[in-house]
C-alpha cells in the first residue's frame, strides 16, 4: 500500500466517523496530545477536546467529502493537504501532520482547517 493510499484510507476514516455523527471516533483519529486550529470553533488542544469539538460539528451528521491536493512523509511522519466539503461548512483545506505507531497506525499530530475564501 503507498503512503497516498494510507492517507486516503485515514481521511476517508474520518469522513465516515463525521457523516454518522460519532465524535469519539473522530477525536480517536488524533494523538492524545494532538492541536486541532480552525475558523469554526476554538483552538482544541488534546483528544478530550478535541472530541467535545466534534459532539458540536457532528451534532447534525452530514457528508464530508476530502480530495487529496498534496502529500508526503518520511518514516514514520507524514502530511496531507487536502479539499474538504460538507453540509453547512461548505469547502476549505485542511493540512494535517500525522505520526504512525505500530499499535495505533496513523494518528494526527496537528491539524489546521481553512475556510475556502469567495
Known amino acids: 500500500m503507498t503512503l497516498e493510499d494510507e492517507l486516503h484510507g485515514w481521511l476517508e ?8 455523527g460519532d465524535a469519539a471516533a473522530c477525536a480517536r483519529m488524533f494523538s492524545e496530545d494532538a492541536i486541532l486550529d480552525s475558523p469554526f470553533a476554538p483552538p482544541a488542544h488534546g483528544r ?14 452530514t457528508a464530508k ?22 453540509g453547512d461548512t ?5 493540512l494535517a501532520v ?5 499499535g495505533t497506525g ?3 499530530k496537528a491539524c489546521s482547517l481553512n475556510e475556502e475564501q469567495i
Open 98 to 102: 500525522l505520526d504512525r505507531s505500530a
Open 13 to 20: 476514516q474520518m469522513a465516515r466517523s463525521y457523516a454518522v
Open 48 to 61: 478530550a477536546e478535541i472530541e467535545i469539538l466534534h459532539r458540536d460539528w457532528t451534532r447534525t451528521a
Open 106 to 108: 496513523w494518528l494526527c
Open 65 to 86: 467529502r476530502f480530495d487529496i491536493l498534496s502529500f508526503g512523509g518520511s518514516g514514520d511522519l507524514a502530511w496531507v493537504l487536502a479539499r474538504f466539503s460538507e
Open 90 to 94: 461548505g469547502t476549505g483545506t485542511t
